[in-house]
């Protein structure tokens, strides 16, 4: 079975780990173009939080 793993990194997107690669970016900071992926858009308006990892059962 594969290993999943979401990792929120600081003042950006959440990224999908799969078996250890990083299979999609998602965003969380509501501003990208591209939903439900990340497009970078979190820098220029200053999107702010904290890092955290996110436990996949
Ligand atoms: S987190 Fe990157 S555009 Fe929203």
Redesign the pocket.
């Known amino acids: 079975m594969a290993k999943v793993e979401l990792k929120c990194t600081e003042n950006?997107?959440?990224l999908v780990m799969v078996d250890g690669k990083t299979t999609a970016?998602?965003?969380?900071?509501?501003?990208?173009k591209n939903k439900p992926y990340?497009?970078?858009?979190?820098?220029k308006i200053g999107?702010k939080a904290e890092a955290k990892d996110i436990q996949v059962l």
């Open positions: 950006g997107p959440i970016a998602l965003c969380r900071c509501g501003g990208s990340c497009d970078g858009t979190h820098s999107f």
